[in-house]
C-alpha cells in the first residue's frame, strides 16, 4: 500500500482541514458517477483518508488511556 499522505497529495504535518479538503477535492474528482471517474482510485482516496483517520484516532486513544499505573491508583 502507498503512503495515505502521497495518495491524497498533503505534507504528513498537514492540518485535519487540509487533509479533509484534499479528501473531497479527489473524491469529488475521481468518484465513479461523474464522467471521467475512476472507481480505482476512488478506492484509492478512500482508502487512504480512512487510513490517516484511524491512525489519528488510535493516537487519540493512547494519549487518553490512563497508564497500567494510574489505572491502578
Known amino acids: ?3 495515505p499522505y502521497t495518495t491524497l497529495g498533503v505534507d504528513p504535518n498537514s492540518t485535519d482541514k487540509e487533509i479533509k479538503s484534499a479528501f473531497r477535492r479527489l473524491a469529488h474528482q ?3 458517477d461523474r464522467e471521467g471517474g475512476n472507481e480505482d482510485k476512488m ?3 478512500n482508502d487512504a483518508y ?5 491512525q489519528e ?3 487519540l486513544i493512547h494519549i487518553s488511556e490512563p497508564t497500567r499505573q494510574e489505572a491502578i491508583s
Not at 480512512?50 to 484511524?54: A, G
Open 50 to 54: 480512512r487510513q490517516i483517520r484511524t
Open 43 to 45: 478506492k484509492a482516496v
Open 30 to 32: 475521481h468518484h465513479p
Open 57 to 59: 484516532d488510535l493516537s
Open 1 to 3: 500500500m502507498s503512503d
